[in-house]
């Protein structure tokens, strides 16, 4: 009877998989599609409870909160370099993550958690010109993503 019943919630976890939130997967990377250092994908949007695994694929690399681009009341992460992080998203709004050691090579990327109302987002205006080229290319693309 246990076993039995065991089989039948498994097959309502199976059978419910959008209820669950989901691990959104970012490669970090010397060199991608979009040139060298660099997120891939560059911008996810995701919903709330949500996470982001950070896969370091190439060496060197980190994933840590921009704070210059961060929610209110949102809590700051950094992980360490070379190590796999997962980072859950909770607070919706638009989020920029900076690798530290390649902040300065542009080496961003844009979390948008729910629906952010981009355009009441501060934006950030004492960036590195690469990170700030990149940040506003990635706002262009969730923007055209909707
Ligand atoms: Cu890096």
Same mark, same amino acid.
């Given at each position: 009877?246990?076993? /039995?019943?065991?089989?039948?919630?498994? @097959?309502? $976890?199976?059978?419910?998989?959008?209820? $669950?939130?989901?691990?959104?997967?970012?490669?970090? $990377? #010397?060199?991608?599609?979009?040139?060298?250092?660099?997120?891939?994908? !560059?911008?996810? %949007?995701?919903?709330?409870? !949500?996470?982001?695994? /950070?896969?370091?694929?190439?060496?060197?690399? #980190?994933?840590?909160?921009? &704070?210059? $681009?961060? &929610?209110?009341? @949102?809590?700051? /992460?950094?992980?360490?370099? #070379?190590?796999?992080?997962?980072?859950?998203?909770?607070? &919706?709004?638009?989020?920029?993550?900076?690798?530290?050691? %390649?902040?300065?090579?542009?080496?961003?990327?844009?979390?948008?958690?729910?629906?952010?109302?981009?355009?009441?987002?501060?934006?950030?205006? !004492?960036?590195?010109?690469?990170? @700030?080229?990149?940040?506003?290319?990635?706002?262009?693309?969730?923007?055209?993503?909707?």
């Amino acid at each position: 009877m246990l076993r /039995f019943t065991a089989a039948v919630c498994l @097959a309502g $976890l199976t059978l419910a998989p959008l209820a $669950l939130a989901e691990v959104h997967e970012v490669k970090m $990377l #010397n060199r991608g599609a979009d040139g060298a250092m660099v997120y891939e994908p !560059d911008h996810l %949007h995701i919903a709330p409870g !949500d996470s982001v695994r /950070f896969v370091p694929t190439h060496a060197s690399h #980190n994933a840590a909160s921009l &704070p210059a $681009l961060w &929610p209110k009341g @949102a809590e700051p /992460f950094k992980s360490k370099l #070379n190590q796999a992080a997962e980072q859950r998203f909770s607070e &919706p709004g638009l989020y920029g993550i900076q690798c530290i050691p %390649h902040l300065g090579m542009g080496m961003v990327m844009l979390i948008e958690v729910g629906d952010a109302d981009l355009g009441a987002v501060p934006w950030p205006t !004492d960036l590195p010109a690469r990170a @700030a080229a990149r940040l506003q290319a990635q706002r262009e693309k969730l923007e055209a993503g909707r």
